[in-house]
Structure formats: C-alpha cells, structure tokens
C-alpha cells in the first residue's frame, strides 16, 4: 500500500514538475553538452539582456533579476528540453508599452508597475494553463503574427537607432519617430556615430565568421575596452554609468487595485504574445529531438517564469529564439543548460557588474537592432503574397497597425483581425456536393470525383466546416440556392453532418427553418451522419421530431437506399448505374458475412437489409410497363 502511495505521488510530481523526469533519467555523458550550452546562453544572454531591459524602461541591471528566475523556473515546469525564456526584445516593448502611460520610465513607480505587470502576466498565464487552453494558439493566425513581428521590431529599432547617431528619441508611433530622426540627423554626434557603426559592423562580421561564437558579448567587450582606452564618454559618448552589483530580494509589488485594472490588457496581451512567441520553436525542437511538448505545459512555464521575474522586480519575459537555437546547436539535451546558465548568470550580477560602467549605449542600440532584424522576416512575407494574397494582406494590415498606431494597439489589431478572419472564414458557406464514387460505395465531393454518380432525385450536401451561429444563415441561404439552380427539382435534399461535431442552438434553429422552406418547395430534408451531441441537440430542440425519425440515417448510404426504393429511377442510364451499387452491395453483405466477429454482426445485419430493400426497388424497375420510354 505504502509502495502505491508513494508511486502515485511520485507520479503525480513528475506530471506537476517535468524536470523531475529528467533528473531521473539523466545521464553523465550529457553534462558536458550542457555545459556548453549554458556557457553559451550566457554569453548572448548578458548583452542582449541589458540592452532589452533598457526595452523595457529599466536600469540594464534589470536583466540580471529578471532572466535568472525566468530560466530557473521554465525549466521546472516547461516541456520543452532546449527552449530558453529569459529576456524577449517583443515582451520587454509590451511592457514599457503598457507601464508608459501610467508612470515615468525609470522611476520607483515604473519599477513597481513593470514588476506587477510581470507577475499578472504570468498569472493569466499559468490560468490558462490550469484550464487547458493551450489551444488559443491556433486561433492565432500565423500569417497576421508574421507581420506583426515585422511591425514591432521596426518600432524596436526606431527607438534604438537614435543611439547610433547620439541624438534623443523622438515621441509618438513609428513614423512619427523617424520624422524626428530624420528631421534632427544635423546634431549627429561624430563620435558617437563611429562608436555606434563599428559597433554594428562589427556584430555582423562576427556572425557571418560564426553562428555559434557569442558576437554581441565581444563586441561589448572590445566597446567597454576601447571606451576606457581612449576616454570615450569624456568626449560625448553616452555610456551606461554606474551598474549597481547585487541581487533584488523577492517581494510583492507594492500596487492597487486601480492599478491592477490598467495593466490588466497589457498583461493579456504580454501573456497571448510570449505563448505565440514560444509554441512554435518549442515545437520545432521537439520534432527535431524526438519528444512532445505540451501547450498547457508551456503556458504554465511561461507564466512561471514571469511570475518569477516579477517577484524579483524584474521585467516581463519570454522565449528567445537566438538562444534557444544556439543552446541547440552546441547540442544540450536538457533543461539543465538552463538552470546552469541561471546560475552564471547570477555570478555576473554577483561580481562581474562593475565592468559594465563604460558601455556605450550606442553599443547597446546596435545590439537590439541587430537582434531584431531577425524578426523582419522579408522572405515569409514574400511568401504569402505569392501563395496568398488574402494572407499578405492580412499580414500587412498587422504590420501597419503596429506602426501607425503602436504596440498595445497594434496587438489588439492583429488580435482582432486574427479573430475576424476565422469568423469571416467560417461563416462563408463551404459546400461539397456528394457523388457515388465509380465502383464502390462511398459518397465523396463530385468536383474530385471521376465521373461521379449522382443520385437521382437527391441532393447530397456536406457543410465542410460543421453548422453553426457564424454560418448558419448562410448555409440555409446557399442550400436553397442550389434547389434552385438544380437541373431537376430534387424531390429529397439529405445533409451530410459528418463535420458537425457539436451543434448550437442558432445551428438547430437553421435546420428547422431549412426543413419549413424545403417543405413549402415539396421537398424532403433528410439528415445523415449525426454525431452523438448534435443529434441531442436535435432532440432538444425537437428538430428531431419536426425532421422525422424515417429521415435520420446513420450513413449517407442508409438515405440513398431508403430513397430509390420509394423513387425508382426513370432512365436506362440511372437504372444501370444503379444495379452497379446493388451489386457492390451484394459484396459488401457477403464480406461481412464471412466474418463471426460479433462486432461485425450489427454491421452485417445493416447491409443485408439495405441489400434486400435495394432488391425490392430492382424488382419493381424490371416488372412489366416499368421501362421507361
């Protein structure tokens, strides 16, 4: 008993913290691998890191409270082996975006504000974790997240670019800012600019010698030296100042309720952001390395990570694709690089801060810029436009509300349009006519069928997407519509409900009006394939009942059957075609037959008496003045 007991919570712990999974299975040999790819993590997480607290509105020590804790904990409770959450160049803009408003960056407030938002993120996070709503990320359209990336790393790079050139920011969205910029290139500061040039010279020199050296940690290095060398801040160049060592203790951000209220939509939108951000790379290493990843799991990663950061006073995080490729390419095999760069990381912040003093912040700008390049993904949008249209342009109006109107804005855009183009996609009617495939049994679309054989009198439809409220009404309007231009009137129309998985009430609704407007046209609405909800569905709303028992089938074929022995066929040609069916019928019963299974026995009782109806029918087409003329 003790020893099920203790299985059991065992079990249970694994399933909470899959990190305990690989602890038990960990082998030596792995170590190394993993070593090498914390030392890598952090060596592009320690530049990158400081330049995105800046993002985010914060001190560049800001990184140091919030990765470790990010790190640390997504590897408790994440599935994914080889993903890093630590610092987001997105998230940490979202952020300010969302603190801006209601503090002055920098101050004691904002400080509060950007840690409370953190943690709020991370709450809904792990919430939509505990209700399994890892599925929201299909409703999120790719195409409209590419040109969102787009729109947002070049509102990234246009705050950082006046780095480059020792001039202040401008104000406002996108173009805005790069009016400023353009407008003020005359006070360029000549120093400052060359600091800045080489610096990104130099960062992209570096990664085309090689991806896997660590280019941003060298170039902030060799900018530190230089600067002290030649006493570059002493001649204008902005440099990051005095970098205070230590750690944050963890405490509860000192916030109201008012408060709570105005973070509340970027915090929504931190937690949608950093999911999307991470499900696809998550994936993307797992199929690469043999094992699944869950989307609830990963919510509930995420939304540790951040409530972490938050409590150490950091700043809202997420994945990092460069670094989770990078871990990857040296080749770790587990969250234990992640928990091994957490703790170097926190040695620099221990011992190593000091050094720092001298970055120049031209050097940070060319860092972000550099990093988010990678997110204007040209090629992707080429892509669409070439496969489809109607996905570039909806990739482009993301990309164009981000810049016209800024982030948190921009987010609900591409919310929005993601959720409008579903509806809009589901509620335009999709209709596949059902034919006899040649030579078998089965009922598929006539437009891929080889001369499909269409039932006489019968008009077989199947609604691709399921029936429900968004298109429902268009349904009914469209199935009326092809009575209408149908050749000869059918005498029965016969819905194929294989897709309807689970019918509403405006679905249900639709039907019945369906049944009456065909009824008042003298034709017969039947309905095949019911799955179990939408058939109690039916019931309830006693479109069951007014549809009629005798016109519920379990398949289409049942239908077809029940029908051509009320309504024989009129030509030789059908009559024919007909006797084909009866006799694939025929081998159908006899296959059946020769099996004792019982599981077959209420199957092969079914195709009997389709079989003997179908007979009857024959009789009648072969009796005496049956011919047609």
Same mark, same amino acid.
């Given at each position: 008993?003790?020893?099920?007991?203790?299985?059991?919570?065992?079990?249970?712990?694994?399933?909470?913290v899959?990190?305990?999974?690989?602890v038990?299975?960990?082998?030596?040999?792995?170590?190394?691998?993993?070593?090498?790819?914390?030392?890598?993590?952090t060596?592009?997480?320690?530049?990158?890191g400081m330049?995105y607290?800046?993002?985010?509105?914060?001190?560049?020590?800001?990184?140091?409270?919030?990765?470790?804790?990010?790190?640390?904990?997504?590897?408790?409770?994440?599935?994914?082996?080889?993903?890093?959450?630590a610092?987001s160049a997105?998230?940490?803009?979202?952020?300010?975006?969302?603190v801006?408003?209601?503090a002055?960056?920098?101050?004691?407030?904002?400080v509060?504000?950007?840690?409370?938002?953190?943690m709020?993120a991370?709450?809904?996070?792990?919430?939509?974790?505990?209700?399994?709503l890892?599925?929201?990320?299909q409703?999120?359209?790719?195409?409209?997240?590419?040109?969102?990336?787009?729109?947002?790393?070049?509102?990234i790079?246009?705050?950082?670019?006046p780095k480059?050139?020792?001039i202040?920011?401008?104000e406002?969205?996108?173009?805005?800012?790069?009016a400023?910029l353009v407008?003020?290139? *005359?006070?360029?500061? @000549? %120093?400052t $600019?060359?600091? !800045? /040039?080489?610096s990104?010279? #130099?960062l992209?020199?570096l &990664?085309?010698?090689s991806?896997?050296?660590p280019?941003?940690?060298?170039?902030?290095?060799?900018?530190?030296?230089?600067?002290?060398l030649?006493?570059?801040?002493?001649?204008?160049?902005?440099?990051?100042?005095?970098v205070?060592?230590?750690l944050a203790?963890?405490?509860?951000?000192?916030? *109201?309720l008012?408060? @709570? %209220?105005? $973070?509340l939509? !970027? /915090?929504c939108?931190?937690? #949608?952001?950093?999911?999307? &951000?991470?499900?696809g790379?998550?994936?993307?290493?797992?199929?690469r390395?043999?094992?699944?990843?869950n989307?609830?799991?990963?919510l509930?990663?995420?939304g540790a990570?951040?409530?972490?950061a938050?409590?150490?006073?950091?700043?809202?995080?997420?994945?990092?694709?460069s670094k989770s490729?990078?871990?990857?390419?040296?080749?770790?095999?587990?969250?234990?690089?992640?928990?091994?760069?957490?703790?170097?990381?926190?040695?620099?912040?221990?011992?190593?801060?000091?050094?720092?003093r001298l970055?120049?912040?031209?050097?940070?700008?060319?860092?972000?810029?550099?990093?988010?390049?990678g997110?204007?993904?040209?090629?992707?949008?080429?892509?669409?436009?070439?496969?489809?249209?109607?996905?570039?342009?909806?990739?482009l109006?993301a990309?164009v509300?981000?810049?016209?109107?800024?982030?948190?804005?921009?987010?609900?855009?591409?919310?929005?349009l993601?959720?409008?183009?579903?509806?809009?996609?589901?509620s335009?009617p999709h209709?596949?006519?059902?034919?006899?495939?040649?030579?078998?049994?089965?009922?598929s679309?006539?437009?891929?069928?080889?001369?499909?054989?269409?039932?006489p009198?019968?008009?077989?439809?199947?609604p691709?997407?399921?029936?429900?409220?968004?298109?429902?009404?268009?349904?009914k309007?469209?199935?009326?519509?092809?009575?209408?231009?149908a050749?000869?009137?059918?005498?029965v129309?016969?819905?194929?409900?294989?897709?309807?998985?689970?019918?509403?009430?405006p679905?249900?609704?639709?039907?019945a009006?369906?049944?009456?407007?065909?009824?008042?046209?003298?034709?017969?609405l039947?309905?095949?394939?019911i799955?179990?909800?939408?058939?109690?569905?039916?019931?309830?709303?006693?479109?069951?009942?007014?549809?009629?028992?005798?016109?519920?089938h379990?398949?289409?074929?049942?239908?077809?059957?029940?029908?051509?022995?009320?309504?024989?066929s009129?030509?030789?040609?059908?009559?024919a075609?007909?006797?084909?069916?009866?006799h694939?019928?025929?081998?159908?019963?006899?296959?059946?037959?020769?099996t004792?299974?019982?599981?077959?026995?209420?199957?092969?009782?079914?195709l009997?008496?389709?079989?003997q109806r179908?007979?009857?029918?024959?009789?009648?087409?072969?009796?005496?003045?049956?011919?047609?003329?």
């Amino acid at each position: 008993m003790n020893h099920a007991s203790t299985k059991s919570s065992s079990s249970w712990l694994a399933r909470a913290v899959p990190f305990v999974s690989t602890v038990r299975g960990y082998r030596r040999p792995w170590l190394k691998r993993d070593v090498m790819g914390a030392l890598t993590v952090t060596a592009l997480l320690i530049p990158e890191g400081m330049a995105y607290a800046q993002l985010a509105g914060l001190p560049p020590t800001a990184a140091f409270y919030a990765a470790p804790a990010g790190l640390v904990l997504y590897a408790l409770f994440g599935s994914s082996r080889q993903l890093i959450v630590a610092v987001s160049a997105a998230v940490a803009v979202l952020s300010a975006a969302t603190v801006g408003p209601l503090a002055a960056a920098g101050s004691p407030r904002f400080v509060v504000l950007t840690a409370a938002l953190a943690m709020m993120a991370g709450l809904i996070s792990l919430l939509a974790g505990v209700l399994r709503l890892g599925r929201i990320a299909q409703f999120f359209s790719a195409s409209v997240l590419t040109g969102f990336v787009f729109g947002l790393a070049l509102v990234i790079a246009i705050k950082q670019v006046p780095k480059l050139f020792g001039i202040e920011s401008g104000e406002g969205n996108f173009f805005e800012r790069l009016a400023f910029l353009v407008t003020h290139l *005359g006070g360029t500061h @000549l %120093v400052t $600019l060359l600091v !800045g /040039a080489g610096s990104l010279l #130099l960062l992209l020199g570096l &990664e085309r010698v090689s991806e896997r050296l660590p280019a941003a940690l060298v170039v902030l290095a060799v900018a530190v030296g230089v600067t002290a060398l030649l006493g570059l801040d002493a001649r204008g160049v902005e440099v990051v100042g005095k970098v205070q060592a230590g750690l944050a203790a963890p405490r509860l951000p000192d916030v *109201g309720l008012r408060d @709570l %209220v105005g $973070l509340l939509p !970027g /915090a929504c939108g931190i937690a #949608l952001v950093a999911f999307a &951000e991470a499900i696809g790379p998550a994936r993307m290493l797992a199929g690469r390395h043999g094992y699944e990843v869950n989307a609830n799991r990963e919510l509930v990663g995420l939304g540790a990570a951040n409530v972490g950061a938050g409590l150490f006073q950091g700043f809202s995080i997420g994945c990092s694709l460069s670094k989770s490729a990078a871990n990857d390419a040296v080749g770790a095999r587990t969250e234990v690089s992640a928990m091994l760069a957490a703790g170097l990381t926190l040695l620099v912040a221990l011992f190593l801060t000091p050094l720092f003093r001298l970055l120049p912040e031209a050097t940070l700008g060319a860092i972000v810029v550099v990093a988010v390049s990678g997110m204007m993904d040209v090629k992707e949008l080429r892509r669409l436009y070439r496969l489809r249209r109607a996905d570039f342009l909806g990739a482009l109006v993301a990309l164009v509300g981000v810049l016209a109107l800024d982030v948190l804005p921009g987010l609900l855009v591409a919310v929005g349009l993601s959720l409008f183009l579903m509806v809009y996609r589901a509620s335009v009617p999709h209709l596949s006519e059902l034919g006899r495939t040649p030579g078998t049994l089965a009922f598929s679309d006539v437009r891929h069928t080889p001369r499909p054989l269409t039932v006489p009198g019968m008009l077989i439809l199947r609604p691709n997407e399921g029936v429900f409220f968004a298109n429902a009404t268009s349904l009914k309007d469209e199935i009326l519509a092809r009575v209408r231009r149908a050749a000869r009137p059918p005498q029965v129309v016969l819905l194929d409900l294989e897709v309807t998985a689970d019918l509403d009430v405006p679905g249900a609704d639709m039907l019945a009006d369906l049944h009456d407007e065909l009824a008042r046209r003298s034709v017969t609405l039947q309905l095949a394939r019911i799955m179990a909800p939408t058939r109690r569905m039916l019931e309830r709303t006693g479109v069951a009942a007014k549809v009629g028992s005798e016109n519920l089938h379990a398949q289409v074929l049942d239908a077809v059957v029940g029908h051509l022995v009320h309504a024989p066929s009129e030509t030789l040609e059908e009559q024919a075609l007909l006797r084909d069916g009866l006799h694939r019928l025929r081998g159908l019963v006899e296959e059946a037959g020769a099996t004792s299974d019982a599981d077959d026995a209420a199957e092969r009782e079914r195709l009997q008496d389709l079989g003997q109806r179908l007979g009857q029918a024959e009789s009648r087409w072969e009796a005496p003045g049956s011919a047609p003329h």
